[in-house]
């Protein structure tokens, strides 16, 4: 059980500063990738409000898949072995590639999902974009090719980031003080 309550919790990014830099990155990638398909393959469950607020703004033809990918037990430091919950994907050879994920933080889950579509499809292109990234905790040299805010060393939650499955719901992303967690 939680004991940090939605009061405790201070905005860190607000809804008005993420809508504006996802309409901005998907401009980005509208201008990338032109009128060519692409794949948005969504890791869940952190990259669900990401996901599902980026797609409404790409302009090229899509599809999207989830996967489920898992590296935080309960708590706030990744446990460093990533568990593929799910991650049956279609042929994605030949194929505009576009992973979504929430955060990259030691970088593991990055690693392990760019490795496991390296080995198993030959893309046309894959590209990682991460709505935050946490460099100072990184433990591999995985850098994200797109990402939308660069955090400090907090543990976040909202917009689909969670403590132990809560607070995934708020509008903002969002800290609580170390000594809560
Ligand atoms: P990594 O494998 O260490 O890069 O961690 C990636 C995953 O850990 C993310 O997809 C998140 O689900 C989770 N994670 C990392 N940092 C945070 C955080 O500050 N808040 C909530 N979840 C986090
Ligand atoms: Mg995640």
Redesign the pocket.
Known sequence: MSNIKIADIKVLISEEELQARIKTIANELNNLYKSEEVCVIC?LK?AVMFAVDLVKYLSMPLTMEFIRLS??GSGTQ?TGK?NAVDIKLPDLNGKNVLIV??????????KFLLDFIGCNFHTKSTKFLSLLD?KITRKTDIKPDYYCFDIDD????GYG??YNGLFRNLRYIGYADKSLL
Do not use: C, P
């Open positions: 890791v952190g590296s935080y990744s990533v994920e929430d955060i990259v933080d030691t970088g593991l889950t990055a946490k907090k543990f976040v939650v980031l969670d």
